[in-house]
């Protein structure tokens, strides 16, 4: 396949081919296009867009300045930062923040993890790639028992049919608000199930799987003998971005995935991975293999953090108030904007940056909303994306969409009115 063919250079001379694997990869895919328009509109600089959509951590201020400080720290002290900047880590990642981690998460959790139980990739979109990719392909399938889910998934996979997703069950919680429930009956772990795979919070709803669907899931993964991996990236200890209280969990058998990224530090990509020691050999033989070493700035940074009690302190303040405010200030100027002028309800805000909007029997389909949005200025993600993996489409592909709260509240306000307007419109 000639991957070139529209992109910009359509007319180069090339006649490559592609492997198998680079064919898998060289596609366009969601997530890249929506990528190259956002990062487009941002680039753009234009002061009347309203910027909606995207998976960004918002700035504060407060813990910008603990970022700050503590790079200060850094240069301060020349020898230490001479190390950082100088020499590779290990592939598994830096000792000194693996076993700081460690004690961090036991002194919290009591899980009895050792430095051997952990693993720095680099971000955790990476230990993603590779996980699923270590385990699924050729058959075997990675199941996704909460659709819809995290969008960069997507197209992670080796091979065809590689997600075997499960619809939840959409409860209504009261006037146009609704929960996706997760449905054990509907999940079947057949012989192809290679590992269990669920994002807690869930991007894009803000859904929080409950301590007992994750217990169910434990239990599935533990008895029919496949991992299951927990997508932390929004979750407890760091950053904390949970409005309700929920248990975080590891055990042997689950794959425990951490980033610093919503903190605020997306550039340093880190993800830390909490696993069983196997698990742990193979992803930092794929580190060395793949890239040598992770980037270390993060571990830097972050280690005398989780050290001293300032990350904890920045999680429970400053960043879990810091969006609980701005999702329940979006959650007013939804009901003021759209009240009963449209069609719609909205997933309960548990978690995450994000609300998830479903407009019931809109007339046009989400991928035109968006464009009808971007002509006014306002960017949204496109809810179909997040369906993928399904035996069937669920009603609601093409009604959702995906939006970030916690970006310039006054772009915000403008952008609600715009959204409003237009479906009112329709
Ligand atoms: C649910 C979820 N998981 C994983 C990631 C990947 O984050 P990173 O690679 O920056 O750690 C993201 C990023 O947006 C996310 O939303």
Redesign the pocket.
């Given at each position: 396949m000639n991957v070139f063919a529209s992109s910009p250079h359509e007319n180069a001379p090339f006649s490559w081919t592609w492997s198998e694997y680079g064919d898998t990869f060289a596609h366009p895919s969601g997530i890249l296009e929506l990528m190259r328009d956002l990062g487009e509109a941002l680039a753009s600089g234009d002061p009347d867009l309203c910027m909606l959509g995207g998976?960004n951590p918002s700035p504060i201020p407060e813990a910008e300045a603990m970022f700050r400080a503590q790079w200060r720290a850094l240069t301060d002290t020349p020898a230490h930062l001479d190390a950082i900047l100088g020499k590779y880590d290990t592939a598994q990642g830096s000792p000194l923040f693996l076993s700081t981690m460690a004690d961090y998460l036991n002194d919290r959790y009591k899980w009895g993890v050792t430095p051997e139980n952990l693993c720095v990739t680099n971000?955790?979109?990476?230990a993603?790639f590779h996980l699923f990719n270590l385990l699924a392909g050729q058959g075997k399938k990675i199941l996704l028992p909460l659709s819809p889910e995290?969008i960069?998934y997507a197209d992670q996979g080796h091979g065809a049919d590689f997600f075997q997703a499960v619809h939840g069950r959409m409860e209504e919680t009261g006037p146009h608000r609704f929960k996706y429930r997760m449905d054990p009956d509907r999940i079947r772990m057949t012989p192809d199930v290679a590992a269990i795979a669920v994002?807690r919070p869930t991007?894009p709803t803000g859904n929080v799987l409950t301590d007992g669907e994750i217990q169910t899931l434990s239990d599935l993964a533990l008895q029919h003998g496949v991992p299951l991996i927990i997508?932390n990236?929004?979750g407890a200890p760091f950053p904390g971005i949970l409005f309700r209280e929920v248990t975080p969990v590891w055990a042997p058998h689950i794959i425990l995935a951490m980033?610093l990224?919503k903190l605020g530090l997306?550039g340093t990509?880190t993800?830390i991975i909490v696993a069983d020691r196997p698990v742990i050999r193979m992803l930092t033989s794929i580190n060395a293999v793949a890239g040598l070493a992770n980037g270390n700035i993060g571990q830097a940074l972050a280690g005398p953090m989780l050290a001293d009690g300032r990350m904890d302190r920045l999680c429970a303040e400053i960043i879990r108030p810091f969006y609980e405010a701005r999702s329940r200030r979006a959650g007013r100027l939804w009901e003021d904007a759209l009240g009963e002028r449209v069609s719609w309800t909205r997933h309960e805000a548990e978690g995450s940056m994000f609300h998830w909007l479903r407009f019931p029997g809109m007339p046009i389909p989400d991928t035109e909303l968006y464009q009808r949005l971007k002509a006014r200025k306002v960017l949204v993600i496109p809810g179909h994306y997040f369906f993928y993996g399904l035996e069937t489409d669920p009603p609601e592909r093409h009604e959702c969409i995906r939006v970030h709260t916690a970006m310039d509240p006054a772009q915000f306000a403008r952008g609600v009115e715009i959204i409003a307007d237009t479906l009112a419109g329709l």
């Open positions: 998976g971000g955790s979109q990476t993603f995290y960069g994002s991007n997508d990236a929004y980033s990224s997306p990509r993800g």
